[in-house]
């Protein structure tokens, strides 16, 4: 259940970024997937969506509740330093505007405020050497992440419509689920007629073992992210995951447009 919360939500704040700040149901999208990603976190403690959580809060405006979400995300993860990178950025964000001015003029109190809420959410004490490296970390890492948007809209192909998004991720979840679970052959009912002769039920569970193979326990869950199309071919990347590795299955269907879904391809692994 936490999983198709999520995997919707995913969907969601991919869709409704897409259209653009100036639709009617921009702000009202990202709110929905907020509260989704909230939703399977209280089902099941995931520190991603917890921290996909506070990005989107950030850019709704709400930074305090953004940095309850990283703080979140970082108790989840046992305390990891990137969770934290953007919890001080958030602090930041929503101190009163009045206390940030180009001059500099009461910059003082204003990191005193910032160590205050640091302290009082974490229990840490925050230096300000430690302010300054976590200010010019989350530069490094806000430079990347648009480096990385700006390579998706180039990559990015036609955009699927939000239904057909949903229908292709829930198909991909189930799918993923039954290879998860062993059900080789009930998962390959879900192949294309070729595809279905191209990977044997023999193939198919050889290549999924040896993809897990470094694991010392089951895989047990599956989300999906956005649906994207590459060359015609609708893609869905599934994240599967076990107590100690993360991998991951996506599935290619050449057809997007039918109303019967059928796997035409599978890559194994993470890329």
């Known amino acids: 259940m936490a999983d198709a919360i999520a995997s919707k939500a995913e969907i969601y704040q991919d869709h409704y970024r897409g259209l653009g700040g100036a639709d009617p149901d921009y702000r009202n999208g990202l709110v929905l997937a907020a509260r989704l990603f909230e939703y399977a976190n209280d089902i099941n403690e995931n520190q991603t969506w917890m921290h996909w959580r506070g990005l989107l809060l950030n850019e709704l405006g709400d930074h305090q509740a953004a ?22 950025q958030s602090l930041s964000a929503a101190q009163p505007s009045t206390s940030k001015n180009e001059s500099g003029q ?20 925050i230096s300000d050497e430690e302010l300054q490296t976590m200010a010019r970390a989350n530069d490094l890492l806000q430079e990347r992440f648009e480096e990385a948007v700006d390579d998706e809209v180039v990559e990015a192909g036609p955009f699927l419509p ?43 569970k050889a290549e999924y073992e040896e993809m897990t193979s470094y694991s010392e326990t089951p895989m047990e869950t599956a989300y999906a992210m956005a649906p994207y199309v590459v060359d015609g071919c609708a893609h869905i990347y599934i994240a599967v995951q076990s107590d100690d590795i993360s991998e991951a299955i996506t599935f290619i269907f050449n057809h997007v447009e039918e109303k019967k879904l059928e796997i035409e391809g599978i890559d194994w692994g993470r890329p």
């Open 106 to 125: 009461d910059a003082d109190a204003l990191l005193n405020s910032i160590r205050a809420s640091v302290k009082a959410i974490t229990g840490m004490d």
């Open 162 to 204: 939000l239904d057909q998004q949903l229908k292709i991720a829930q198909f991909g979840v189930e799918t993923a689920y039954l290879i998860v679970d062993g059900h080789y052959e009930e998962a390959r009912k879900r192949f294309g007629a070729s595809f279905k002769s191209d990977l044997s039920l023999q193939d198919m």
């Open 67 to 88: 940095a309850d979400s990283f703080g979140k995300a970082s108790e989840i993860s046992g305390g990891k330093d990137i969770y934290q990178v953007f919890q001080m």
